[in-house]
């Protein structure tokens, strides 16, 4: 695999974690409140969310990151 490709790849799933984390969270919280069932539904959400959200972001990120340096005037 290219180092590119990789990095890609790595960031994807790194990215993937951290924002399920946070958002899962939060809308557990919200929806739940910390009460008993609070880590076994945010446990079962972030699963699901991390399955959906790390492809979305593989495919999105240079996408993004196009319409961006667009945006800006930038070519990264």
Not at 50 to 70: C, D, E, H, N, Q
Request: net charge positive; hydrophobic share 65%; proline share 7%.
């Amino acid at each position: 695999m290219k180092p590119q490709m990789k990095f890609h790849l790595v960031f994807s799933l790194l990215m993937g974690a951290m924002m399920v984390f946070l958002m899962t969270f939060v809308i557990t919280a919200v929806n739940l409140g910390f009460g008993p069932h609070f880590l076994a539904a945010r446990a079962r959400v972030f699963v699901i969310a991390y399955v959906i959200a790390v492809p979305v972001i593989f495919f999105l990120a240079p996408i993004a990151r196009k319409l961006t340096g667009g945006l800006l005037g930038v070519h990264p």
